[in-house]
């Protein structure tokens, strides 16, 4: 029991349990921007009503999602003074670096652009207004690299040396923390799952309202955009998450090995489709297994040889001294498992979506009736097509949260797939924790943080769901005849600034 609740286990529960919540809000902030982005600037190109309304809608649940992000994030920056002070003396040059950018991005540049975007339907152009909104994208986007930039320093240590004296690393070459190829495969693959979870959140609440025959026209522009973002997200996600798996076989061949539950080494290594095994004896005794898929998986060769997790182990004891350098093998066997199964399932919903609106299964259209426009819901007549939109609706509404648990795994595998380091082969977890914080104030600290986290859920979801229900807003006369000019026509000066929410 003792062991259980020794402060480095519950400083990592807290830091666990703070960052995954926080976590599904980042890929939803990053996707959601771009995606509101797009649906204006199709209202500004083409003044279609359905644009405009689907941008406020969208819009309000990224103000939502965003304003949670914030909050909830603000708490990550706190854990390391308060539960990880002497990881923050070893690698504060290093890391403070990349979150000193980031936190001016986000609180400097995001939140003047935002606050011009939400403060300024009435008082700026179209296209300035516009312009406002895709700073905002772009500033989650570099905002996100700065993050993952830092965060790949951990995995894969560079451009810094050691000062014996002060007993910290060093910075000695920033571009090369920015840079690095752990970086770049990092964000890239984080980046395209942040689509694949904006899009499926698309698809998903735009399922909600076409499956109610509620605003046709704007939740099938919205499916539609929502499904193809899936299609691409996903498959980029699957490209660069095979890229990234080929430089972590390289830079950290534990992980790899342990993803698989690969206890020694083989030639051709095979992928584990299902494994049980006992951890202490380092062996599986049950394995279902696809031939020399892991070598080309980790080598881009079916028959190259894969170091298993005792060959590591040995290796990493001879290196750094003795130990035991094995992660968690069934949550780093099983997380690796449940980021695949999720992420690219939802791949598969939105290519289905897409052929199944492609052929008029799904999708609403309009026909006239004398001078009106009216919007129906168009089902194929052939049995097929009833059978698949029954079931394809209620899966496309599930699949809004299938990339979410995708994200929240990866995060999980790969920074548990990295222990016992916190900085990979230069400084270990168990010497990041605050050497003078006891028992009873991490687990008191965890026990607020996480039912303050409970309560924040309980007011996100009713939020989301209040104005998901309700739907796009009806449109104004101001909505519709933006200003010409900054600050609006003068017959307005004296009216106050319009809250677009």
């Known amino acids: 029991m003792e062991m259980a609740l020794a402060p480095e286990t519950l400083a990592r529960w807290q830091f666990g349990i703070t960052t995954v919540y926080h976590f599904l809000f980042v890929p939803l902030t990053i996707s959601l921007a771009a995606l509101t982005a797009g649906l204006q600037t199709a209202w500004v190109r083409t003044e279609k009503e359905k644009y405009l309304r689907a941008t406020k809608f969208w819009g309000k649940l990224f103000l939502i999602n965003i304003a949670m992000g914030v909050v909830t994030g603000i708490v990550q920056e706190f854990q390391f003074g308060m539960n990880w002070s002497d990881y923050s003396r070893f690698v504060g040059d290093i890391f403070g670096a990349p979150l000193a950018f980031e936190a001016l991005i986000a609180f400097f540049f995001e939140s003047t652009f935002i606050g011009l975007w939400i403060f300024g339907w009435d008082k700026l152009p179209k296209k300035i207004h516009l312009a406002c909104i895709w700073m905002v994208s772009i500033g989650t986007i570099l905002s996100a690299y700065f993050i993952l930039a830092a965060n790949s320093w951990m995995q894969h240590p560079v451009g810094y040396k050691i000062n014996g004296e002060r007993g910290r690393a060093e910075l000695t070459d920033f571009w090369l923390v920015l840079s690095q190829n752990t970086a770049v495969a990092q964000a890239f693959h984080t980046l395209s799952a942040a689509f694949l979870t904006g899009g499926a959140f698309m698809v ?120 035991d350098y094995r992660p968690n093998i069934p949550v780093a066997y099983w997380g690796f498992r449940w980021m695949i199964g999720f992420g690219m399932t939802s791949l598969a919903i939105g290519l289905l979506g897409l052929w199944l609106t492609r052929k008029r299964f799904l999708l609403a259209r309009q026909y006239r009736t004398g001078e009106d426009e009216v919007p129906h819901l168009v089902l194929f007549r052939a049995p097929l097509g009833a059978r698949l939109s029954t079931w394809y609706w209620r899966l496309a509404i599930w699949t809004l949260a299938f990339p979410l648990i995708a994200n929240s795994w990866g995060w999980i595998f790969t920074e548990m797939g990295r222990q016992p380091w916190v900085v990979y082969g230069l400084f270990q977890t168990r010497d990041a924790v605050s050497p003078g914080v006891s028992q009873g104030e991490v687990l008191t600290s965890m026990i607020v943080f996480t039912s303050l986290y409970a309560i924040l859920a309980v007011i996100e979801v009713k939020l989301l769901a209040k104005y998901i229900k309700a739907g796009p807003p009806e449109l104004t006369e101001s909505d519709l005849n933006p200003p010409t000019k900054i600050g609006g026509d003068s017959r307005d000066a004296d009216k106050p600034m319009a809250f677009s929410y």
């Open 204 to 323: 998903g609440i735009a399922a909600f309202h076409l499956v109610r025959k509620r605003h046709i026209s704007e939740m099938r522009t919205s499916l539609r955009l929502g499904l193809v973002t899936v299609a691409v997200g996903g498959l980029l996600t699957a490209i660069s998450g095979d890229h990234l798996g080929k430089i972590m076989f390289e830079q950290q061949p534990m992980k790899m090995a342990a993803a698989e539950a690969l206890w020694d080494g083989e030639a051709p290594a095979p992928f584990s489709i299902f494994a049980y095994g006992d951890v202490d004896e380092g062996h599986n005794k049950v394995a279902i297994e696809i031939p020399g898929l892991l070598s080309f998986l980790a080598n881009g060769d079916f028959s190259s040889y894969v170091p298993g997790i005792n060959d590591v182990n040995a290796a990493e004891q001879e290196k750094y001294g003795p130990g």
